[in-house]
């Protein structure tokens, strides 16, 4: 006998999420996606769009299983779609879009003077606990001829973008520091950094006072102590 397939319901087609898309992009690419990696160039158009939604979806579950009734707290209605949106533009935003663009100038007065930029204000996220992260950033660079002389601004700008991303501050002051280098390529490098990290001061031993410090020295810093000495010096001192 003969089945009659027109009488079997058609089967939808399996919707793959947009995250999962492009996890298998970056494993496909033999790419890390740690929490503090860029990942944009395995993100189509219109796909942080998707993302978004599906974090806000995901978000949902994640206040159903602590119990918080999103449906009659008109406190929490919109909670999961306020945090995605918290996460996905703003405080993780590091991960997700492509580096700044840098305007890039030549050294043709031949500078070769100790610089800093600073205090830059660093908002970051703890990727143990997803606590918030605050912080300045001072940035010193001894350039030589041939070193690419970029914006104050972009200081800043490669700053936010670097710290915007789950992190813990020994590797982002490393990453802010490879980035810098790489687009200015000077004699001498130094980066300090100074934040509180609110997963001690809002959680655990809730010490408010409490703050990190941590540096990162290269080339003519970390070569020649009279000139750490002076940028450490012309760093103000906490209040």
Not at 41 to 54: C, Y
Not at 90 to 97: A, H, K
Not at 208 to 237: A, T, Y
């Amino acid at each position: 006998m003969q089945n009659n397939d027109d009488s079997l319901p058609a089967l939808k087609p399996v919707s793959v999420p947009v995250s999962a898309r492009i996890r298998a992009r970056l494993i496909t690419a033999k790419k890390r996606f740690h929490s503090n990696d860029n990942i944009s160039d395995f993100i189509e158009p219109g796909e942080l769009e998707a993302l978004l939604d599906e974090v806000e979806s995901k978000m949902k579950g994640v206040l159903d299983s602590l119990v918080i009734d999103t449906v009659n707290d008109h406190n929490t209605g919109d909670t999961a779609r306020r945090v995605a949106k918290m996460y996905i533009n703003e405080v993780f935003r590091g991960r997700y879009v492509p580096r700044p663009a840098i305007t890039e100038f030549p050294n043709v007065e031949h500078l070769n003077e100790l610089m800093i930029v600073g205090p830059i204000m660093v908002r970051s996220a703890c990727s143990h606990h997803f606590c918030p992260v605050i912080g300045k950033v001072w940035v010193g660079v001894l350039p030589n001829e041939h070193t690419n002389v970029i914006g104050l601004s972009k200081y800043a700008r490669l700053a936010e973008w670097v710290m915007n991303r789950p992190q813990i501050q020994e590797e982002a002051v490393v990453q802010l520091a490879d980035l810098i280098q790489e687009r200015t390529q000077p004699d001498g490098l130094a980066i300090v950094m100074e934040a509180t990290h609110y997963c001690m001061a809002w959680r655990g031993v809730k010490d408010m006072d409490s703050r990190m410090i941590n540096s990162v020295m290269r080339g003519s810093f970390l070569k020649n102590p009279s000139l750490r000495m002076e940028f450490l010096s012309l760093i103000p001192k906490k209040d």
